[in-house]
């Protein structure tokens, strides 16, 4: 830290992070003479503006217009501001593709040059790590920052066009590329259980008895067949097995290794999470984004996890190093074992796969100052990293086949002879011991268990299930597994039930239309191509234009062709007449909820009542006289408004108490808190008169 502060001595210096739960841990490893500030998330979207609201002059190479995203104009000032007063800027928003653009960003809003500009990269939130980025500073990747801006463009145009197709023909709310993809999975799996049709076989064990020991023999094979799948092979066998001995024919032993997982990425993470502790994909992003950005531990914050959004399982050197020493002090030499990379095609290697951030900080020494959940999931991180670099175990198996009367049945006892890494992770580890055996001894069968079953259908997809399958056919990428999901929940597209993820009836109409009007632009295989070419983009290999040429005019007109083609969804009728026009009236649905209205609108207006009660606030509306009631938006928020909506849209604006906090220096006019949350400042209540504007000393 000496050498950082005596190259810059004197100087201001601002780095600018994502997170603001990373500002108070990043400055006191950086000491004095540096600010940390947070963008918290993205600062700018484009805007809804030009041809079909996609912020995109199609024209013109599909050059973007950006705006300052709404609710983000009180951090932009704010670090306008500190920009303003430091010398020296850094950037150190995540290390991704989203992190890269929202650095790019940073660079427009703040009028800094992307070609010089000092960019940091690290993978974990340690004293060393930020040492290490400040000194060895990169340039922006343009093209990686291309590659999100590709993305982006790509998505607000399939999900704006397709959106309102479907909006007004079938009432889905949107569609987009990687969520209607991952529909079609779901949905195929579905009608795949729906049309299941169960088959008998046939389950077939012996008991056999050596003095004292009873040893269990499971049906291996009968002439050609492996299965029982027929009535009369069940009799036949049956009828041999009266002898009422089976023969050993043979005895193998070998030596059984099992090797560790490789450490976790995004998506095996959130599967193990799944698996081993039903958590969500939404709730393990959320254990995991706390886990990297820190906790209170011993009055110190620390990170205890490397970054969260990866598919690489390859880990660092210097981890390895540290990982093998303290592998070998505390468990023996032994138990070191070879370092496990599987090569995922399009994995960003350079990235490491997740884990802990320090060896000694083992899950039991840290218990107390995490969340039960926060020391579920990191006990599952710690153990899979240095799992993953831990000898095999080694398990003594042995396999017996016997014979009765041509009919094969085998028995398999293990056990284990070297723990290896399930010393660390306390697997169990049962051993079955057969007694002592020889070929040639014939058993007395004590006991026959033959049983008659059916087949079953597939079970629905689980979260996990379904975060493994995007994985596997390259749909999105890890940062979106998990908001994928969530959005198709949001959407009622899908539901969870028990842990499983099943579509609803709006979801199958939705898969349906997208299959039926655009075939390419929802097939699994059309969204891992393009996924394919945004990593082409980011390695320099294509251009974006020629990208998003090649996607935006055949897209268009497949909409077209859909919007002529597709029929308009018909209202359900109610059974009653409009009593206004005699026309049928008929259920609908707005955002504002369900109701009961004329089928002939727009030409006839008459709306019946709400199907869902709606709570009344007590008040009247200002405008027409009738009672206000709450409402829930499209974001979940309940805000007041007229009960006579449509034809009264009066909505109630929120009254927000003004605190005064002191004298504007500049005009005199007084100091209030404006904003929200964690995005409050000080502003001039002159303004727009007066612009002044001050960082609120919490």
Request: proline content about 4%.
């Amino acid at each position: 830290m000496l050498f950082l502060t005596t190259i810059v001595l004197g100087a201001m210096k601002l780095v600018i992070v994502e997170s603001p739960n990373k500002c108070h841990t990043i400055s006191r490893y950086l000491g004095e003479g540096y600010e940390v500030l947070a963008t918290v998330g993205h600062l700018r979207d484009l805007s809804t503006s030009g041809k079909g609201g996609f912020g995109v002059d199609i024209e013109n190479g599909f050059k973007p217009t950006y705006v300052v995203s709404p609710g983000k104009r009180g951090t932009v000032a704010e670090l306008k501001e500190a920009a303003r007063k430091a010398d020296i800027i850094y950037l150190a928003t995540d290390p991704d593709r989203e992190g890269e653009a929202i650095a790019w960003h940073l660079t427009q809003i703040l009028g800094l040059n992307p070609k010089t500009t000092k960019r940091l990269e690290f993978h974990e939130i340690t004293r060393v790590s930020i040492s290490e980025a400040i000194q060895n500073p990169r340039v922006l990747d343009m093209n990686l920052v291309e590659s999100q801006e590709t993305r982006r463009i790509m998505d607000r145009i399939i999900g704006f066009r397709l959106s309102n197709i479907i909006q007004k023909k079938i009432k889905s709310p949107s569609a987009g590329r990687v969520q209607s993809a991952t529909l079609e999975l779901i949905c195929d799996h579905d009608k795949e259980i729906a049309n299941f049709v169960p088959e008998p076989y046939w389950s077939l064990s012996l008991e056999l008895k050596k003095n004292n020991a009873k040893i269990t023999a499971n049906f291996h094979s009968f002439l050609d067949f492996k299965k029982i799948e027929n009535e009369e092979i069940n009799a036949e066998i049956l009828k041999k097995l009266e002898i009422g001995k089976a023969k050993i024919v043979s005895i193998k032993k070998s030596v059984r290794t099992v090797e560790s997982k490789p450490a976790f990425t995004t998506s095996t993470l959130q599967q193990e999470a799944f698996n081993t502790y039903k958590f969500s994909t939404k709730k393990t992003s959320s254990l995991a984004q706390q886990l990297y950005e820190g906790v209170q531990i011993k009055g110190e914050h620390t990170g205890l996890i490397t970054y969260i959004r990866t598919d690489s399982t390859y880990l660092s050197d210097t981890f390895v190093g540290r990982a093998e020493e303290f592998i070998e002090k505390t468990f023996g030499k032994e138990y070191c074992g070879k370092r496990k990379v599987v090569s995922v095609a399009g994995a960003q290697n350079a990235h490491e796969a997740i884990r802990p951030t320090a060896n000694h900080t083992t899950p039991a020494s840290i218990k107390q100052y995490l969340t039960s959940d926060q020391y579920k999931l990191y006990k599952l991180i710690y153990e899979r990293a240095l799992g993953s670099l831990m000898a095999p175990k080694k398990e003594a198996v042995t396999q017996v086949t016997y014979d009765v009367d041509g009919v094969t049945f085998r028995t398999e006892g293990s056990t284990v002879v070297f723990d290896g890494y399930t010393r660390l992770t306390h697997e169990q580890n049962e051993s079955f011991n057969l007694p002592q055996l020889s070929e040639g001894e014939e058993l007395i069968i004590n006991k026959i268990n033959n049983e008659q079953k059916f087949t079953e259908a597939p079970t629905p997809y689980t979260e996990a299930k379904i975060v493994k399958l995007m994985e596997d056919k390259k749909i999105g990428r890890p940062s979106t597994y998990a908001s994928t999901i969530a959005t198709l929940l949001k959407r009622e597209y899908v539901v969870s039930k028990s842990g499983y993820i099943i579509s609803t009836e709006q979801g199958q109409k939705t898969a349906h239309v997208l299959r039926k009007y655009f075939p390419s632009f929802v097939d699994v295989k059309y969204t891992a191509e393009m996924e394919e070419k945004l990593d082409h983009i980011q390695e320099g290999e294509i251009t974006r234009t020629e990208t998003l040429t090649d996607f935006y005019y055949p897209f268009i007109k497949l909409c077209d062709s859909a919007t002529k083609k597709m029929y308009k969804d018909m209202d359900e009728p109610t059974g009653e007449f409009c009593p206004k026009c005699g026309a049928p009236l008929v259920y609908k649905k707005s955002k504002y909820g369900n109701f009961i209205g004329c089928s002939n609108f727009p030409s006839c207006d008459y709306r019946e009542k709400e199907l869902e009660e709606l709570e009344q606030t007590g008040e009247t509306c200002p405008i027409c006289g009738k009672p206000l009631v709450y409402r829930v938006g499209k974001k979940g928020k309940k805000f007041v408004a007229c009960s006579g909506y449509p034809e009264c849209n009066y909505i109630k604006k929120e009254e927000t108490p003004i605190e005064v906090v002191k004298k504007c220096p500049e005009c005199g006019g007084d100091l209030i808190v404006r904003g929200r949350g964690k995005k409050k400042f000080l502003g001039c209540s002159n303004y727009p008169n007066c612009h002044h504007i001050e960082k609120l000393d919490k």
